[in-house]
Each structure stands twice: as structure tokens, then as C-alpha cells.
């Protein structure tokens, strides 16, 4: 039997097409509503008035004073001064080495040599000189012949870029030395006495444009812990004329790719000697406050639909999770009452505010007092995202430092490139022991060159004759054994350089050739045991570029670490027979 079904739909059939009664929204009974209000005690509250204006002053100081390593405790020292903006804060504490050496004793730095000897014939180009001066300085400053057993241990890229350059270019490195020592160059021709000035100039010239590219290390004081695989630097500021008015900062730590506040500890063992005339300076900043927003809140417009994403009503915190609780009282029950004031501060300097004047809608004026302010007196405050000063070893978080504010100059994103060298760290469970294991090394030509990690195939044996019995097993190749042992005496455990066993029975110590392993070719290394995890360590090397705010270009080779993703068995045996 066939069904019709039908629909009818409601629509409304308003008498005038005009909305504003209903965007209105009038109120039929206000009495009714002022007399609920009453009722639940909405009349009853205090400080009524909403901030309009307020008026934050502080200080800001820009840190002068800057050291490269570890620093003693209770050392009062004359630190060099610096410009904390000129450069920015991950070249002064990331910087490894000096890219581009100034003796040309070795191939080391040979592809740098070579590109910074050709900017130099297109600076001498630009100068008004009476005669082309460039093949002489050529002759002067050629790239030296690399010896033929010299060749035999370099890669077959570097050794054929050796021989193509080798008495045809511009040596950089020596041409850096030379200029180091002298403003004129050093010519097999006489140099025309209206020419030495040109020369002059030209020198003068490609010494700064090298200086500004590459930020060198200092040997002496570099701020890479070689042993603990991480960097230490420490930078004062001044934040008042006071003696006490010095603030330090260091890097304990710093392993990671991001530099912030967080990286940095108060150190109040150690005065890096800042003077009162390098105090900071007074900042005042007038801001409107604005309500604080966040997804879940109510909308504060009327016809504004909430924010779907965030259901506060949904969340189930358990008993124990106080935080959850927190949250949902605060967005809740006094969402509206929270109002945040945008300062702009100076990038680059120690912060630490001295007022906070608020003026509401009624024209009353509030002053609040700094977190911290010895006028608020001793009350024990707990508190977020704050500097510490550490003073015991049991506990590493330290005293919480109030009122205190680092404005690292940091970069967003540097230009990284490919790695150059790597080390792996691990544990071998089965042999006993830890392992540096050696798997990139630069090359003179600034990349990375994989190191073989095949052993060699054991020897046949001959069946007509009795096994041969191996007390070990010698490692793969790059392999370098890390052994435990007591650090003066104490009860410090490091792991130190080993050495293997040769098929003759000998030992035999395994050199490292990365530049990552700084216990030298036949160093003792001496690791602390902590850092080098059951997981691994992977530390990597690398050169980056970035450009800073004034627009100069800063390259600089940096090191990373990271936790290894796992490393190969070893494969090393012990006690048994080759047959």
C-alpha cells in the first residue's frame, strides 16, 4: 500500500524587519534581576573598579663582563668587557675552534684557506694601485705542497683538492699570519712607494671582513668541556652602583640547541669585577591592561560564540592533581578578573622591576610591590619561571631568585649544516664496559667523512692443525675503549682511554682522530661516569650562520648532544678458538 510522507517546518514570520529589539536584548524586569544580585551577595565585593592605566618602572642593565669555562668558586676576578649585542649569545658560548687557522703547518682549514686567499685578490682589486700586485702575492702566499706521505692519509676529496691548489693559490692562512704581524705585505717585488698605502688599505680591509665571518675561539678559554660534553660561560652585569649590586650568570650546563633565561643559574660565588659606572639604567613604561584570554573562558560580547575547543566543564581531574584544579577554579570562577600588562623591555639585559602603580575606573591608584621586596616582608612564596642560584650539590635547583629577569639575546632559527663529526657514547653491558666510538671527522675541506667501523675478517684456519686460541678479540676500527677508574684517589668514577690487545699479544692504545674526543691522540680522556648514559650519547659537531640584528653575518662551529637512538654490538669476543 503506498505512503505519502509529509513535512511541515516552523518558520518565523517576525511583524517588522527590524532586529534591534533583539539585538538589544532589553531586560522586561531590571528590579528582578538587581534584587537576585543582592541576594547572592554580587553587591558585596571590593576593589570594584576595572585597571585603565598602569605604570611599571624597573631597571635594565646590559652585562659587560663575560668568561669563557669554568670559573672557581670565591674568585674574584678583572673580566674582560663585551658587547652583549653585537653578536649573538649562542656564538660567545657555542664557539669551538677557529675555523680558519693562521699557519698553514698542516691541511688544516685548506678549503678556507683557499676562498678567503681569493676574497683577498678581489679586495686588492678594488684599490687604484699603479700595477696588478695579485700574481706577486700569489708567489708570496701560495698554498704549500702537501708532502706525499702526508697525502696518503687524507681522504681522496682533500687529496686531490691539495694537489689542484698547491703553489696556483692564495694561501689565506699564511696571509693571516703575515697581516697579523705587519700592515705591509711582504713581496718577492718592490712595492711603488704610491702603492704601499693601497696595500695598506687592502690588508686592512680583508683582516676586518674575516675577523666579522668567523667567530674564533679562544684556545685558552673555551667555553667546551671537552669531558663532560657541554658548554660553561658565565657573564656579569651590574644592576645598581651598589658593591653588592653585581649580578653573575652562568652556564653550567648548556648542552642543548636553544639558549634562553632557563640555561642560566645565578652564581654568587664568583665577582667578575663590573663598576659602578657600568650600572643599568632606570625604564618606565605607561601600558593599558587588557583581559587576560584564554579558549574555555566565557565570551565577554554578546553575541561572541565561546571557544569550542576547550570544555571546562568536561575536564575530570583526579583528587590528587592539583594543578587540573587550579586551572579550572582560576578560568571559571575569576576568569574575568585577571588582567596581564604587555612591557617592552631591551633585549639583552638584566631586568628587575621596582613598581607596578595601577589606576582603575574610579581613578584609584594601587602600588604593588615587586615579587620578592624585603618591604613585603619574610613570607615564604612560592613561584614560576624564576632564575636560581645554586649552593649545594644535594640540591640542584637552588635558591629561587625573585625579581629577576634575563632578556637573552638569542636567535630564532640559525642556518645549520650538514655534520661534520660524530661520536657515539655507550655502555656495553656484555663486555664490561663503555665505548667511544668515532663515525664522522672533518675533513681540511669542512665536511664530514665517514670512518669505516668493518673489522677485519679473521684469518682461515688450517684444518691439519689445532685450533688457535684467542684470549680477545681486537675491536672494530675507531672503537675506543672506555675503562673505570678512581680520579685521584676519591670516590669519583671516570672511564678513561683503553688499550687493546694485537694479535702478538702486545696492547695497544686506539687513537682518536675527531677533534670531539679531547683527551688528545693518546690521552686519558677521563669521562665522568654520569655522562654517559645506559641509552648513549651521541655528541655531534657542526658550523652554523645566522644573521644578527644589525644585519652582519656570524658562522661559527658548534657542538650538539643528543641521546643516542641505539648502537651496534661491538662483536667483541673473549677466550675462544680459532679453528
Not at 687557522?101 to 688544516?108: G, H, L
Not at 631568585?401 to 649544516?417: D, E, F
Not at 677508574?485 to 668514577?493: C, F, K, M, N, P
Amino acid at each position: 500500500m503506498a505512503s505519502i510522507t509529509t513535512f511541515s517546518r516552523l518558520e518565523p514570520d517576525p511583524h517588522r524587519p527590524d532586529v534591534s529589539a533583539g539585538a538589544a536584548a532589553p531586560v522586561q524586569d531590571p528590579m528582578w534581576l538587581l534584587a537576585r544580585q543582592w541576594q547572592l551577595g554580587e553587591f558585596a565585593g571590593h576593589d570594584g573598579g576595572t585597571p585603565v592605566l598602569a605604570r611599571w618602572r624597573g631597571v635594565a642593565a646590559r652585562p659587560t663582563r663575560f668568561v669563557a669555562g669554568p670559573i672557581p668558586p670565591d674568585t674574584p676576578m678583572q673580566a674582560p668587557r663585551f658587547d652583549a649585542m653585537a653578536a649573538p649569545l649562542e656564538t660567545l658560548l657555542e664557539r669551538a675552534s677557529a675555523p680558519l687557522p693562521s699557519t698553514a703547518d698542516s691541511v688544516e682549514g685548506l678549503r678556507l684557506a683557499v676562498d678567503t686567499g681569493r676574497l683577498f685578490l678581489r679586495v686588492l682589486a678594488r684599490q687604484s694601485t699603479s700595477r696588478d700586485y695579485g700574481p706577486d702575492v700569489v708567489r708570496a702566499f701560495a698554498v704549500p705542497e702537501v708532502a706525499p706521505d702526508a697525502l696518503a692519509t687524507l681522504d681522496p676529496a682533500t687529496a686531490g683538492y691539495a694537489r689542484l691548489h698547491a703553489g696556483r693559490s692564495l694561501d689565506g692562512r699564511r696571509l693571516r699570519g703575515e697581516l697579523s704581524a705587519r700592515d705591509l705585505l711582504r713581496l718577492d717585488v718592490e712595492i711603488a712607494q704610491g702603492d704601499r698605502a693601497e696595500l695598506r688599505a687592502a690588508g686592512a680591509d680583508w683582516l676586518r671582513l674575516v675577523a666579522g665571518l668567523f667567530a674564533d675561539a679562544d684556545p685558552g678559554a673555551a667555553s667546551w668541556q671537552p669531558a663532560r660534553f657541554e658548554h660553561t660561560a658565565s657573564f656579569a652585569g651590574r644592576l645598581s652602583a651598589e658593591p653588592t649590586g653585581e649580578t653573575t650568570l652562568t652556564a653550567h650546563r648548556y648542552d642543548s640547541d636553544t639558549l634562553d633565561w632557563y640555561e642560566l643559574d645565578v652564581n654568587g660565588e664568583v665577582n667578575l669585577g663590573t663598576t659602578a659606572a657600568e650600572a643599568g639604567q632606570a625604564v618606565t613604561r605607561t601600558v593599558m591592561p587588557s583581559p587576560v584570554t584564554a579558549p574555555g573562558l566565557p565570551a565577554r560580547r554578546f553575541w561572541e560564540l565561546e571557544d569550542g575547543r576547550l570544555n571546562l566543564a568536561a575536564l575530570r581531574p583526579a583528587e590528587t592533581d592539583l594543578g587540573q584544579l587550579l586551572l579550572i577554579e582560576t578560568l571559571s570562577g575569576f576568569g574575568n578578573d585577571w588582567f596581564v600588562i604587555g612591557v617592552e623591555l631591551p633585549v639583552g639585559h638584566l631586568v628587575s622591576a621596582t613598581s607596578l602603580v595601577v589606576t582603575d575606573t574610579f581613578g584609584a591608584r594601587t602600588l604593588l610591590r615587586p615579587h620578592g621586596d624585603h618591604r613585603l616582608g619574610t613570607t615564604v612564596r612560592w613561584g614560576l619561571f624564576q632564575h636560581a642560584m645554586p649552593f649545594d650539590r644535594d640540591e640542584p635547583e637552588g635558591v629561587p631568585i625573585t625579581n629577576l629577569l634575563y632578556l637573552a639575546p638569542r636567535l630564532t632559527q640559525p642556518v645549520v649544516g650538514p655534520v661534520v663529526e660524530q661520536v657515539v657514547l655507550a655502555r656495553d653491558e656484555q663486555a664490561n664496559l663503555g665505548w667511544a666510538v668515532e663515525q664522522l671527522r672533518e675533513s681540511p675541506l669542512q665536511v664530514g667523512v665517514e670512518l669505516s667501523a668493518a673489522r677485519p675478517p679473521e684469518p682461515p684456519g688450517d684444518p691439519d692443525v689445532a685450533p688457535d686460541y684467542h684470549l680477545a678479540q681486537a675491536p672494530p676500527p675507531h672503537w675506543i675503549p672506555l675503562l673505570p677508574v678512581r680520579v685521584d684517589g676519591t670516590e669519583q668514577v671516570a672511564l678513561a682511554r683503553g688499550s687493546v690487545l694485537d694479535l702478538s699479544g702486545g696492547r695497544r692504545v686506539v687513537s682518536s682522530v675527531t677533534a670531539l674526543l679531547g683527551g688528545g691522540p693518546d690521552g686519558a680522556l677521563l669521562i665522568p661516569e654520569e655522562e654517559v648514559p645506559s641509552g648513549g650519547l651521541v655528541v655531534q659537531r657542526t658550523y652554523q650562520s645566522a644573521r644578527w640584528v644589525d644585519g652582519s653575518l656570524h658562522v661559527w662551529a658548534a657542538h650538539r648532544t643528543r641521546v643516542s637512538t641505539g648502537l651496534p654490538p661491538s662483536g667483541v669476543r673473549y677466550d675462544f678458538l680459532v679453528e
